[in-house]
């Protein structure tokens, strides 16, 4: 349930993620409520409240949006301590958030995973901020999701042990600016502390987080990167362009010195290292001098992932009110040619680890092949028919390498 999605993107999701019951539009939180009380799982405080008053309520409201979100939400992901909250933004992006009148509980405090995906998944993605700060102008996400709202470590903590009483061994720290994690509380606690507690946690076996801002990205977090052994040594840092007239018309903060230094210091002190990164193409204005600024750059940088978007403007951001004058043919020409680079570079990369023994982390076996990542997320097949791999640590010698995935044989 989020603004990430529509409700067309919905019948693909639910291929993509056959373990998730339901999507929901943030628009129709009421609708989730329903659900829930239709299966059993929630109780309401105020029972005399009908579905009907309920819903008919929520329709008289002048509330935009709805979700669940707040400090006290997720303790061990029920919602016995939290509320749902009106979120209703101003222009200037304040957000004023007031109690409904009927709290839900579910049921099973204990409850995380679907019942019938707890011991099956391997990695599970975990939100620790919601919301931004930043306002980037092609950006709707401080629109919809308002201002940044760290959860507690001990709430998060709770979260991730009870997942990984349910099977999963690898949790991903999710936030639009995931490493800007505390800094709407104060001096602490911030990232790196949030990652030496969860790197305490018995039997979890990696940690990831996405996606970061280059302009917090701090020595500190590097550090501890680099020193916690189940934090691995993948990091997600979008440049956007490699322009420095549209960094600035993007309100990115940065300029492409500042990235290019920060991709160094990066390689410098986490050895073994997978960066990847997004770019935007097509933003209005864009000429295609400052395109191949951004294809040279990415030639550079030999970066593992580029996240290559086209852009298309979102309602109410600034760049919605330029013109959107970059032709589609030649924003898909731009994309292409960024992808095509990109494989070249992945597969030069991969080639690397040729004759090579790594670590993989086994998530499931598809075809007859066992799936898995390296800590740097790097894709590996490989055949085993007589053991048992899910969820366990597989050292692979690597015969075979391609732009999107490795092959190898398990020792």
């Not at 222009?91 to 109690?99: A, G, M, V, Y």
């Not at 707890?118 to 201002?147: D, E, K, M, Q």
């Not at 919605?320 to 020409?333: L, Q």
Request: charged content about 30%; proline content about 5%; glycine content about 6%.
């Amino acid at each position: 349930m989020g603004c990430l999605v529509g409700v067309r993107d919905a019948s693909p999701l639910q291929k993509r993620f056959p373990f998730v019951d339901v999507f929901l539009p943030p628009s129709d939180p009421t609708r989730l409520v329903e659900l829930l009380r239709a299966r059993g799982s929630v109780i309401a405080s105020r029972p005399e409240r009908s579905a009907a008053e309920s819903k008919e309520a929520a329709k008289q409201s002048p509330i935009r949006e709805l979700e669940i979100a707040s400090s006290q939400s997720f303790d061990s992901a029920s919602l016995r301590s939290g509320s749902l909250l009106a979120m209703t933004q101003t222009e200037d992006l304040e957000i004023e958030q007031r109690e409904t009148e009927t709290r839900y509980e579910l049921q099973d405090a204990d409850l995380v995973l679907p019942v019938h995906e707890r011991g099956n998944l391997v990695s599970a993605h975990i939100p620790i901020i919601y919301g931004c700060n930043h306002v980037c102008t092609f950006c709707i996400i401080p629109y919809r999701r308002g201002r940044e709202r760290s959860r507690s470590i001990g709430e998060i903590a709770a979260e991730v042990r009870a997942l990984v009483k349910q099977g999963v061994k690898e949790i991903t720290l999710l936030g639009q600016i995931v490493d800007r994690y505390g800094y709407d509380v104060g001096d602490d606690p911030r990232l790196p502390d949030l990652l030496r507690v969860l790197n305490d946690v018995e039997g979890l076996t990696r940690i990831r987080f996405l996606t970061s801002h280059p302009l917090y990205l701090t020595d500190a977090l590097l550090d501890a990167i680099a020193a916690l052994p189940k934090v691995c040594e993948h990091i997600e840092v979008p440049v956007q362009s490699g322009d420095d007239a549209m960094l600035a018309k993007m309100k990115r903060g940065y300029t492409v010195a500042d990235y290019r230094a920060l991709i160094a210091k990066i390689r410098a002190r986490v050895p073994n290292v997978g960066i990847a990164t997004d770019i935007i193409v097509g933003m209005p204005g864009e000429t295609d001098a400052q395109f191949r600024a951004t294809y040279d750059l990415l030639k550079e940088l030999e970066l593992d992932v580029a996240h290559i978007a086209m852009f298309s403007p979102r309602p109410n951001t600034v760049a919605a009110r330029w013109d959107d004058n970059v032709p589609p043919d030649e924003k898909e020409r731009r994309r292409k040619a960024i992808d095509d680079l990109q494989a070249e570079i992945v597969a030069k990369i991969n080639a690397r680890f040729l004759g090579q023994t790594i670590e993989v982390l086994v998530e499931e076996k598809t075809k007859n092949r066992w799936k898995g990542r390296t800590r740097n997320n790097k894709l590996v097949f490989f055949e085993d028919a007589t053991r048992q791999w899910k969820g366990k640590l597989a050292r692979v010698k690597i015969e075979w390498t391609g732009p999107w995935s490795m092959i190898g044989k398990v020792e």
